[in-house]
């Protein structure tokens, strides 16, 4: 059977997806596309019609959306990455979603504003929102975090990879918010600081 062909760059939200296959550990290849311009490309097209990157090709099976990629390498290679009961499954569904709706948003302003637009499409005042909007879903983090080291408690797991992934983005954007919640810095860091990450961001 051929190996997974991921496809994305580690300088975009593929990221996630790269350090996912890195954290499981099985061999890939990643398939350089630039969310720019090879994602739009026909042939491109043909795998995800969305025009966006990840994606996965794994034997019969093609996936887009990161987290859902995400999800299924920690469940398919992942071992104890992946929860172990159903419980802790939907909690790791619910984490990672929670990513996507309560944190992104409000990073990806930033990255619009301070990064990807030229100048004269910049709002400093999207920015300064989005910083404000950062502040209820990192209440919420940092409450959660109170009493455990990792999302599900017990060890680091795909929940702590996705919602890491998505708060990463932090650093990019020069968002230095994050700071003000102790539990997340530290937790932020300590997955940060996974070989499976640098790896992740070294890869291509």
């Not at 890195?22 to 630039?34: C, F, R």
């Not at 909690?91 to 302003?109: C, D, F, K, N, Y």
């Not at 909007?133 to 009493?147: I, N, T």
């Amino acid at each position: 059977m051929s190996k997974p062909k991921l496809y994305g760059i580690p300088g975009s939200r593929a990221l996630r997806s790269i350090w996912a296959i890195e954290a499981v550990g099985i061999d890939y290849e990643l398939v350089a596309t630039h969310f720019m311009g090879d994602s739009k490309k026909p042939e491109y097209l043909a795998i995800n019609p969305n025009g966006r990157i990840p994606t996965l090709v794994d034997g019969d099976l093609t996936l887009f959306e990161s987290m859902a990629i995400n999800l299924y390498l920690a469940k398919t290679y992942g071992g104890d990455l992946y929860p172990g009961t159903s419980a802790d499954e939907a909690r790791a569904w619910q984490w990672s979603v929670w990513g996507l709706t309560e944190l992104e948003p409000h990073l990806m302003e930033m990255v619009l504003h301070k990064v990807m637009f030229p100048e004269e499409r910049r709002e400093p005042e999207r920015v300064v929102a989005a910083e404000k909007g950062m502040a209820r879903p990192l209440k919420v983090l940092e409450a959660h975090l109170a009493d455990r080291d990792h999302v599900l408690g017990g060890e680091f797991s795909i929940a702590d990879l996705n919602v890491a992934a998505v708060l990463s983005m932090s650093g990019m954007v020069g968002y230095e918010g994050v700071a003000d919640y102790p539990k997340v810095a530290g937790w932020l860091a300590a997955a940060l600081a996974r070989p499976s990450f640098a790896r992740a961001q070294a890869a291509g």
